[in-house]
């Protein structure tokens, strides 16, 4: 296997919930450390972090030593101008694909990751398959990169590209080892158990 990067979303203002959704704790971390380490514990090298609402604070409040740290300066464009960032940040790297993580899915778990970064490859593109839908983490091969950031505008991120690419997508079934669902409030947040993400590992 050819070692992904991992890309953590993490720069809106998660204005649902009332601040960052960086600085949401959950377990006893923030949920950008959780995204960090489950990232780094699915194999993927480097991690990079995109920040944008009170980048400073998270920054400061984070312990994000392990990963590389860029600002989006226009965050409050959508996820998509994060996603256009952080790929151009890991072009300078020798990744061959980029595992996409966003910063709000605690359940999300490192067995997750690795299924889907076991498919690295220039061309790949693969998404979690969670029941009938689909969700993250998101696999994309190095060789999309330049289409993917064309499209991915306001908070659509790579799902406008993937539908396109729809005969090239590998579905990942990962219903069985991890949760899908995101965190927009803190009754979101309440819903999932305190082990979620860290646990639920595949033998």
Same mark, same amino acid.
């Given at each position: ?56 604070? &998270? =920054?400061?409040? /984070? *312990? !994000? %030593? #392990? ?9 409050? $464009? @959508?996820? +998509? ?31 997750? &990751? =690795?299924?889907? /970064? *076991? !498919? %690295? #490859? ?9 029941? $009938? @839908?689909? +969700? ?50 803190? $009754? ?16």
């Amino acid at each position: 296997m050819r070692q992904p990067a991992g890309l953590i979303l993490a720069a809106g203002a998660g204005r649902r919930y009332g601040h960052p959704k960086a600085l949401v704790e959950f377990g006893g971390r923030l949920l950008v450390e959780r995204a960090v380490d489950t990232a780094r514990a699915g194999g993927c090298r480097p991690v990079c972090v995109v920040l944008g609402a009170q980048s400073s604070v &998270v =920054r400061v409040r /984070a *312990a !994000l %030593a #392990a990963a590389v740290l860029v600002d989006n300066p226009d965050w409050a $464009a @959508g996820m +998509g101008s994060s996603l256009r960032v952080g790929l151009t940040a890991l072009r300078a790297t020798g990744a061959v694909a980029a595992v996409v993580l966003l910063v709000d899915m605690p359940g999300v778990t490192p067995t997750a &990751v =690795r299924r889907l /970064a *076991a !498919l %690295a #490859a220039p061309e790949a593109l693969a998404t979690a398959g969670y029941g $009938a @839908g689909r +969700g993250h983490p998101v696999l994309l091969g190095r060789a999309h990169w330049t289409a993917v950031a064309a499209s991915a505008v306001g908070d659509t991120g790579a799902r406008d590209y993937l539908r396109q690419r729809a005969a090239e997508l590998r579905v990942v079934p990962c219903d069985d080892i991890a949760v899908g669902g995101d965190v927009d409030t803190e $009754a979101d947040r309440d819903s999932f158990p305190p082990g979620a993400g860290i646990t639920r590992h595949s033998p």
